[in-house]
Each structure stands twice: as C-alpha cells, then as structure tokens.
C-alpha cells in the first residue's frame, strides 16, 4: 500500500498535470507546483511558480507569500524575503494559520539583517499566537544580539525547562552555559517553579529515569519549599518503581508545614492504597486533615482513597472520604463527583436526605454531567410519591438539557406516561428548576454562513483542488477556532474526510458540546456525520440475522471502533466490532465459516456478523438486559455478578450508576444513548446520499478525497485493565 505521503506527492503531480492542461481553477496549477518546488528545496523553481501564482490566486496570497518568503529566506535572500513578507501583510498575521509562522519569519529575517530592535517588536506583538519553544528560542537570540543577556537568560531558561525533549532546549542548553560564564554573579537564578516543571514534564512523558534524575539533581540545588519539592518528586515513582520502596523514602522525609510536605502525604496515601494498608492510608488522611486541610493534595487523596473503598462497595468508609471532599473544597469537576457518591448512596437506601442532595447536586454542579443523573432520580423521586406535576417538570427540564443522553432517552420516554404526560402543571412543582443556572443550548439550524466562514470554506476548497487536504483541514479548523461558525466548518472538515471515522473524531473535536443539542437544533448533516452509518445494508442484515435491533449493533460500533474498519485496541480487539482474535474463531465456528484467520476481522461484512453474533450471545446470557450485557461486554461478565449482588435494583439505571468503574459506567451509558440517536436518525429512512455542501458563492468544486488512513480504535482501557472510578 501507498505511504500517504507518496501519495500525496503522486497525487499533487496528477493534479498538476490536469490543472496545466486547464482543467482546474485558475492558478492552481502554479501554486501547486510552487509548493512541489518548495518541499523539494528548489527554491528557485518554487519562487516563479508562486510568482505567477500570486497574480491568479488572490484568495490563497497569505500561502503563497509566506512560502515566497521562507524560499527567498532559505537561499539566502533575507531583504528578499522581507518584500515577500509585506505582501503577505501585517492584517493577516491573525486571520491566517499561517500567521504565527509568518511572524516568526519575519522576526528571523530581520534578525540576519541585524534589526534585533524590529524582531523584538514583532515578536512581543504576536507572542500569544507564537509556535513554542520557538516563540521563546528566537526572542531570546534577539535579547542575546542585543547584549541584553539577562532578559536572553530568563527566556532560555524557559525553553530549557519547559521544553526538555525539545531540539529547541538543546539549543537553550548551550546558550545558557555561555551566558553564566559572561554574566557571572549577574546570571538570573531560574525560579524554582520552571525548574520543577522540566522534571514535571519528564514524567508526563512517562521518562520516568529522566525525571527522578532531574528531581535528585534539582533537590540538591534548590532550597526552601523548591527543594522539599524536588525531594518528594525524586521518590514519588509511582508509576516506574517498587511501591514498598517508595513508602519507605516518603516515611523518611520529614519537612516543616509546607505545601511539600502536603504532597509527600498525598503519594504516602497513595503507596499504602497500592499496598492495600488501609490502616496506614486512614492514618496518612487523618494527618493530611490535622495539617493541611485545605490542600489540593488533600482532596486528591480524599477521593483516591474513596475510590478505593467504591470498588468494595464500602459505603461506611468511602461516604465520609467524598462527603469531606465536597465539603471542604470549593466547587469543581472532582467536587462534583464526590458529591454524586454520596448522594446516590442515599438515593438507592431510601435515605431521607436523598431528594435534598439530589437538588443540591443539581442546584452546586448545573453544567456537570452528572446533573442528568439527578434530575432523572430526582423525577423518580416525585413519581414514587405521587407527585405528577413535579416529576413532568423534572423530566422536562431534563429532556431540555440533556436530550441525548441516556437519562434523556429516559426521560422522553417517562413523559409520554399517562400520569405523567396528563400532570398539569403547579405554581410549585419543581418551579425552582427555572432558577438554576444550566448550560444554553444554540440553535444551530438558521445559521447562514457569515462573510469568515464562507472564506474559510472557499479558501480550504481551493487548497484541497491544488492537492492539499490537509492545509485545507488545517484552513478550516484555523477558522473553527477563531472567527469562523464552529458547526459549519466541522461539517466542511468532515466532507475533507472520506472516512467514517476521521470525519466523526473531526466533529466530536470541534462540537463537543453536541450531545447538548436537541437534534432539531442542528442541521441533518451535522448529526450524519456525528452518527454515520457507512456499512448500513450488511449491518442491519447482521442484526436482523442474529434477531437484535440495528441500531443497538450501530451504537456499539460507533463506541468501539468509531466505524473504522481497521481498528486495533491495546487488548488486541480488531475492526468494527473489536473482537478479539479467540472470540472471533469461537464466532466463526458457530456461524458455519470456513478456516478462519485474524486477519479476517478487518473485513466489515465479517466483523459485522460474528460482533452481530456474539451480541447476541451476550444479550441471551443476560436474560435480554442491556445495560447488564454492555457492562459484561466492556468490563467481564465476573464483575457484573458481582456489582449485581450490591443492591436490590428496582430498575435498569439504578444498576447502571451503581457501576464503580467510570469507564465501564460510560461505556453502557454511551451505547444506549448511541442506538436511540442511531434510531432517531435513520428509522423508517432509506439510505441517502451524501448531504450537499455547505452553500457558499464559490466556483470551487468539493475537496477531493483524501487516502484513507488506518486508525486505532479510541478505547484507551482493555477489558482486563479497568481504570478506577
């Protein structure tokens, strides 16, 4: 197969050779063989091709300037690249993605012709907008040029330890060991703070020799609370070390009442959670509450070791563990989670408190996730008492809200119950719902496009016609970002997609917030994108072999591989359906395939019948319940029976939120809410073709198809490895 870049390159030639026998928009010819000539380093082929470019391509004159530039600059034609750069024009600087570059050029330009003064200004200007640590790396060369070398110091520092696996640090690197030696006692000491942020970052990457290395180096040249810091970090190896070994090096330490000392608590917690010392960890929280009490260690603590007793279904432990953390601590996301645990504890004992914390959940966390959660049982509530008229308005505001959601889907359906749907409404049923301050919700359908988005949408097709589909993805995002309509320009960027599964991760990353929206508040296309169905004929056959509902088998899909045909999980699970290779024989055996290979599973038709089939296997083991079968499906049937033993639960939801694992919870909870989307979208609706374009005034033809690209499936966490609640 192809390497994408090979067949770009191929592609941008064929291109070339229509466009010159006049068959693709004026200019485009040129401008794609200027860009040719450019990645080629022929530089002077690149300068006459977007010369001539320029005269016929208006629309595209911030590319073909800022390439004009960089090929004058890289054949030694600084002044050249100057004029260029002027042309490309200062006004576009914040309305192009190339603007940052374009920026960077000119301050590096104006640097080789020794004006350190002018790059200096341009740099300042635009520094927001800057890539780094380049941003940083040449402002500090300008400083550096002119003589002032404590300001030069200060901005290497900031590449050398914000940046560590940077080429850029390496760089800074030098330059800093040249600075100490001319400035002397005059050198600027780095805050500890950025020193500390290198052996941060060695860690996210997940370096974990590099960061203990940084920590023990920094711990010996630091002091204060930097360097109480840096020792703790030296032993909080986690993740790479012996966790005995470390409880021992974090007893050892002892500082004074300093935030260090707040978190060499929190990873002594942490090592005696991981050692199953409950004794030793309660100890460890109790010190934390004595001497720290308002730490951001503390609540991490609070809820690690919560969690620790959720997944035991300790209630008498992990319900004072998360009623202090939402107690002591001002609103946020992990608040807000603390707080859900114990108020569903009270919901599913009945406890009197129940209906008042599901309203102060509501009420303290309106944009949380978790509030549709509580508003679903807080309509149970008023159902159980017979209180119509509240529940309807409970459910209402829940369907408003959250209408994709599965307690959304719920809720509809609860509405159209006769006591319910004919509950008249009451001066006080439920009347302070309207006080509480829920996220808005836009209604996307009459947005025209505005005088941005159309040029962004013009500007990405005639790149995608010169054979640059991603510039063109690049160009619209860009507009996405800053000026441009969010939704319509997803859409444009999904059209840029042929697969299923790019254009879906396209749109979830530039709307995250449609699951907010109301399917009547958007266009069609923009939910067919989100929702797509590409393989729907052999999907829908598979299931109604197998006798399960298409939709439910379509939202599994679109949760497990995203509908990419190609999909491989950590856990080995493969294509659509993301089996593994020993269920997919176990499947092909019991539906009369012939010899099987695991490779098989990458073929839709296949992965489509045997994911059909073992569904089915599934649901059957689970006597038809759904939420028990996905939770089974994702997390293995023995944690289900075991979850199942915690409560007598009275309906499907209350089994699926008592789920401790937050990723299994989600799962089922997507899936159902995927197959009522799915069905809302395309029950009783033959297939369709394609949605149209955006309607913009423009002679540019759509984008043309880019390569398809294997992509690995999304689900970050195996069967086998589930990530704590």
Known sequence: MMKTGCWAQAFRAALLSIAL?????????????????????????????????ARDTPLLSDYIYFHLASARDLSNDPAGAQRELQRFGTEKTTLSPL??????????????????????????EYYEGLPQPEGDLLLAQCYEAREERVQAAALYQRVYFFKPATQAAVG????????????????????????????????????????KAEFQSLASQLTGLGREQAHVRAAADLLAGDT?????????LHFDRSEADAERLYYLSECNRKLNDDAAMNGTLDTLAKRFPESRWRLKALIAAGNHYLLTHDAARYTPLYTAAYQKFPPDQDTAYAHWKVTWDAYLKSAPQARTLLEEQIRKYPGDTRAASALYFLGRLAEQAKEYPAARETYSTLLRVFPNYYYGVLAEAKLAEKQIASAEAMADSAQWLSTVDFPS?????????????????????????????????????????????????????????????????????????????????????????????PYREPLTASAKAQGIDPYLLAGLIRQESEFNPGAVSRANALGLTQLIP????????????????????????????????YLKTQISTWNGNLEQTLAAYNAGPGRVREWLTWANYREPAEFVESIPFTETREYVLAVLRNASVYRRLYAGKPDEPEPKH????????????????????????SRRKQSRA
């Open 21 to 53: 026998a006049g068959l693709c928009p004026a200019g485009t010819a040129e401008f794609t063989a200027g860009i040719q000539a450019y990645t080629e380093k022929d530089y002077p082929s690149a300068i006459r091709h977007l010369t001539a470019a």
């Open 99 to 124: 603007g940052a570059k374009a920026a960077l050029l000119n301050a590096q330009t104006l640097l080789q012709t020794h004006d350190a003064t002018g790059a200096i200004k341009i740099l300042r």
């Open 172 to 211: 800074a690197a030098g330059a800093l060991e040249r600075l100490k030696a001319q400035l002397g006692k005059d050198y600027p000491p780095p805050p500890s703070e950025e020193m500390l942020t290198r052996g941060d970052t060695w860690l996210a990457l997940k370096s974990y020799a590099k960061a």
């Open 244 to 252: 005995r070994t470390c409880r021992a090096n974090f007893e050892k």
């Open 441 to 533: 919700r836009p209604d996307l359908n009459n947005e025209a496009p505005n005088a941005a988005t159309k040029a962004h949408i013009e500007r990405a097709r005639l790149l995608s016609a010169a054979g640059f589909p991603e510039w063109a993805q690049a160009e619209l995002r860009f507009g996405a970002e800053t000026d441009g309509q969010k939704h319509l320009l997803a859409i444009e960027v999904a059209r840029e997609d042929p697969t299923p599964a790019l254009a879906l991760r396209h749109m979830k990353g530039l709307t995250p917030e449609y699951l907010s929206l109301p399917l009547r508040n958007a266009p069609r296309e923009f939910w067919r994108y989100l929702f797509p169905l």
């Open 582 to 613: 020993g269920t997919g024989r176990m499947m092909a055996h019991s539906q009369g395939f012939g010899p099987f290979s695991s490779g098989m599973l990458f073929q839709p038709e296949v992965s489509l019948r045997l994911g059909a089939a």
């Open 694 to 717: 955006v309607a913009v005034t423009s002679a540019i033809p759509p984008a043309h198809a880019a390569p398809l690209r294997k992509v690995r499936a999304t689900r970050t966490v």
